[in-house]
């Protein structure tokens, strides 16, 4: 079986400061974790997907071996991630007396409500200005070194996502079936000629992200745990709290497709686990689906590299 991963591009590494009453982005967290300790990860955890509980267990075994740099960033790097989790948690219950005085009783599992309070230009109190604060919620504008990398940024994310006008009707489960019907029937033996499995998607508001697996797996390699973070940190923004997406998987049409269709589904859901575990994205907000080579990217080329991305794709409200 040939190689099938993706391309991770580079991004600058940004400060690793805690001075600011702001907690750390996940993409900073994740991406300084991914950077200090990619060679003691390979060496000692691999086979462990980016979670805050086992992959910090297995360097916690293993620091006797661990490298100098990551022994002193690695406990940092899960704090942060856990500090801003714990801190956009706390939010709507700071600021429980704004969404009953500012936003019209807004119930405080309303997906609308901290949009509501971040829009409000007075009578929101210093508790509730210190949780935004600290939430991260206070200024999402990118920082110096995301600005330097136009389009990869958090808000270009966000821009690539938003527009959704009118809901697809679709059934993840029913598609993933009829791919697997297709793939089984050998139906469209030649990849250029093949029609999309799921052509609602083409439709959507959606982002096509970059990240590198390991070796027919669907662990994400530390290299790309940068882009894991930022992915939570779109998620996250109030102008898509609302909005509830899909996870697609895709590969290049190398190999079996059959396996190739197992193997985009196993990373999609490994995405989806990761926002999820981790970074605690509502698992109501997150479905996960592999199309493995029957929809490819870039059709004209269905052997290229570019073919083996997954896509976020925002389906419709949360609930």
């Given at each position: 079986m040939n190689l099938i991963r993706t391309i991770f591009f580079i991004l600058p590494i940004a400060a690793w400061s805690s001075a600011s009453a702001e907690t750390m982005r996940f993409e900073d967290s994740a991406g300084k974790l991914g950077t200090s300790c990619a060679t003691d990860i390979g060496a000692s955890c691999r086979g462990v997907n980016l979670d805050s509980i086992r992959l910090k267990d297995c360097l916690v075994r293993n620091q006797d071996s661990m490298s100098a740099q990551c022994k002193t960033d690695y406990v940092r790097a899960f704090d942060a991630t856990q500090k801003r989790v714990a801190a956009r948690a706390a939010v709507r219950k700071l600021c429980e007396r704004e969404l009953v005085k500012l936003c019209g009783g807004v119930q405080k599992d309303d997906s609308n409500a901290l949009e509501c309070i971040l829009t409000a230009t007075r009578g929101v109190s210093a508790k509730c200005n210190q949780a935004i604060s600290e939430a991260g919620f206070g200024s999402m504008a990118p920082s110096a070194e995301a600005q330097a990398q136009p389009g990869a940024t958090t808000q270009g994310w966000v821009n690539e996502l938003v527009g959704l006008e009118t809901p697809p009707d679709m059934d993840v489960a029913a598609l993933r079936q009829q791919a697997l019907e297709r793939v089984k029937s050998k139906a469209d033996g030649v990849p250029l000629k093949r029609p999309p499995v799921a052509a609602q998607l083409l439709k959507l508001p959606k982002l096509v992200v970059e990240i590198q697996f390991d070796e027919d797996s669907p662990i994400v390699r530390p290299d790309s745990y940068r882009v894991l973070g930022r992915i939570a940190d779109t998620l996250y923004h109030p102008?898509?709290?609302?909005?509830?997406?899909?996870?697609?998987?895709?590969?290049?049409?190398?190999?079996?497709?059959?396996?190739?269709?197992?193997?985009?589904?196993?990373?999609?859901?490994?995405?989806?686990?990761?926002?999820?575990?981790?970074f605690k994205i509502s698992s109501k907000r997150l479905q996960a689906i592999g199309l493995g080579e029957e929809q490819l990217l870039d059709a004209a080329h269905p052997t290229a590299t570019t073919n083996q991305r997954i896509q976020v794709a925002t389906v419709g409200k949360a609930l």
């Open positions: 102008t898509l709290l609302p909005y509830k997406f899909l996870i697609v998987g895709h590969t290049a049409a190398t190999g079996k497709r059959e396996y190739n269709l197992t193997l985009s589904q196993r990373r999609a859901d490994a995405v989806r686990d990761v926002l999820v575990t981790t």
